[in-house]
């Protein structure tokens, strides 16, 4: 069974966990907020954690020589209390120190496992030809306009990515299940409950333990978690404090706008992407442009945009893109020109 130190420890080496400490960076803060709030024991250790963290910024000590250097420096304090009696007010403070001796002792053993830490990632690296190590290596997997790409994950999970999308994520991805991702992407995930699985947006994050959902999260545009098996729980970033969060079960959706969630119908025409079936549901000609030059990497002009008439709504296997615009022009009011990569759309007068 591992030490309250120990925990502790383990706790230092986590993500984010010293910018929340700090209050350093307002996402890891929230991040850091809704992972803590429901676990009181946990809460307790990341307190004493914190403390440590505050310690150690207060003697200014960082990582390499310098964390050696601060040891070294607290370690003789430690050793010069024994040579003469210290000046001691009734809350335990050492007047010498403007630290307890209780603290100094934590700190030199954490700052003791972090030498011994980094010693190890130098001892396993050092015959590889590497001078630098991040401890954290990340993965990165996009797609360009007009691709997919089927990812399996280290755990076991599967990831679809959509077109001009991306997902990053850590080497050491079996003890911190955490993705980023912009653009959208549907997620098969492997059940871990001692391990929760997190994909993180631009403006919100989608927590799960074992299901599968899509995220749609492209710049500019409203985001939507749909849930197609079990359930996941939708978290909004605020600046200064953790916001509201919805828990979304199979066949729920909810769409993401100005950090609040709204409620929305679940579609499965939404997840039918995967599948290769491009989806147009009630869309108008400016979300029909951008999911054309995703789906077929091509470039859309649109011209007397005012002619074009109302929302379009299709669904296509296969079609080629002359065909679609063909079906769509009739509908909508507009003729097209195919220039190469290009595609000029005018709206009939």
């Given at each position: 069974?591992?030490?309250?130190?120990?925990?502790?420890?383990?706790?230092?080496?986590?993500?984010?966990?010293?910018?929340?400490?700090?209050?350093?960076?307002?996402e890891?803060?929230?991040?850091?907020e809704?992972y803590?709030?429901?676990?009181i024991?946990?809460?307790q250790?990341?307190?004493?954690?914190?403390?440590?963290?505050?310690?150690?910024?207060?003697?200014?000590?960082?990582?390499?020589?310098?964390?050696?250097?601060?040891?070294?420096?607290?370690?003789?304090k430690?050793?010069?209390t024994?040579?003469?009696?210290?000046?001691?007010?009734k809350?335990?403070?050492?007047?010498?120190?403007?630290?307890?001796l209780?603290?100094?002792?934590?700190?030199?053993?954490?700052?003791?496992?972090?030498?011994?830490?980094?010693?190890?990632?130098?001892?396993?690296?050092r015959?590889?030809?590497?001078?630098?190590?991040?401890?954290?290596?990340?993965?990165?997997?996009?797609?360009?306009?007009?691709?997919?790409?089927?990812?399996?994950?280290?755990?076991?999970?599967?990831?679809?990515?959509?077109s001009?999308?991306?997902?990053s994520?850590?080497?050491?991805?079996?003890q911190?299940?955490?993705?980023?991702?912009?653009?959208?992407?549907?997620?098969?995930?492997?059940?871990?409950?001692?391990n929760p699985?997190?994909?993180?947006?631009?403006?919100?994050?989608?927590?799960?333990?074992?299901?599968?959902?899509?995220?749609?999260?492209?710049?500019?545009?409203?985001a939507?978690?749909?849930?197609?098996?079990?359930?996941?729980?939708?978290?909004?970033?605020?600046?200064?404090?953790?916001?509201?969060?919805?828990?979304?079960?199979?066949?729920e959706?909810?769409?993401?706008?100005?950090?609040?969630?709204?409620?929305?119908?679940?579609?499965?025409?939404?997840?039918?992407?995967k599948d290769?079936?491009?989806v147009?549901n009630?869309e108008?000609?400016?979300?029909?442009?951008?999911?054309?030059?995703?789906?077929?990497?091509?470039?859309?002009?649109?011209?007397?945009?005012?002619?074009?008439?109302?929302?379009?709504?299709g669904?296509?296997?296969n079609?080629?893109?002359?065909?679609?615009?063909?079906?769509?022009?009739?509908?909508?009011?507009?003729?097209?020109?195919?220039?190469?990569?290009?595609?000029?759309?005018n709206?009939k007068?």
């Amino acid at each position: 069974m591992e030490s309250r130190q120990e925990e502790i420890n383990k706790l230092l080496l986590k993500a984010g966990f010293r910018n929340w400490a700090l209050r350093s960076n307002s996402e890891d803060f929230v991040e850091w907020e809704n992972y803590l709030k429901d676990d009181i024991e946990l809460s307790q250790l990341a307190k004493e954690a914190k403390q440590v963290v505050i310690d150690i910024e207060l003697t200014n000590s960082v990582s390499g020589q310098e964390d050696l250097e601060s040891f070294n420096r607290l370690e003789n304090k430690r050793r010069n209390t024994t040579n003469k009696v210290p000046v001691i007010q009734k809350d335990q403070k050492i007047i010498n120190f403007g630290l307890s001796l209780n603290h100094i002792v934590k700190i030199a053993a954490v700052l003791s496992f972090l030498i011994v830490f980094s010693g190890l990632l130098y001892f396993n690296t050092r015959d590889t030809g590497q001078q630098v190590l991040t401890v954290a290596e990340i993965i990165n997997k996009h797609t360009q306009n007009g691709q997919q790409l089927t990812i399996t994950l280290p755990d076991g999970s599967n990831v679809k990515l959509n077109s001009n999308s991306s997902i990053s994520y850590p080497k050491d991805f079996f003890q911190n299940r955490r993705i980023k991702l912009e653009g959208e992407a549907f997620f098969n995930v492997v059940r871990d409950e001692s391990n929760p699985f997190v994909v993180k947006t631009e403006n919100f994050q989608t927590e799960v333990l074992g299901t599968s959902f899509n995220v749609f999260a492209y710049k500019n545009t409203k985001a939507k978690v749909s849930v197609a098996s079990g359930k996941v729980k939708v978290i909004p970033f605020h600046e200064h404090k953790g916001g509201n969060y919805k828990i979304l079960k199979k066949e729920e959706a909810a769409e993401i706008k100005d950090q609040q969630i709204i409620e929305s119908d679940f579609n499965i025409n939404d997840l039918l992407w995967k599948d290769g079936i491009l989806v147009f549901n009630n869309e108008n000609i400016h979300t029909i442009s951008a999911k054309i030059q995703r789906w077929f990497n091509v470039t859309v002009t649109v011209n007397n945009e005012a002619f074009i008439a109302g929302d379009f709504s299709g669904k296509y296997s296969n079609e080629s893109l002359e065909k679609i615009l063909q079906g769509m022009g009739y509908a909508l009011n507009f003729s097209f020109k195919m220039e190469g990569n290009e595609i000029i759309i005018n709206g009939k007068k």
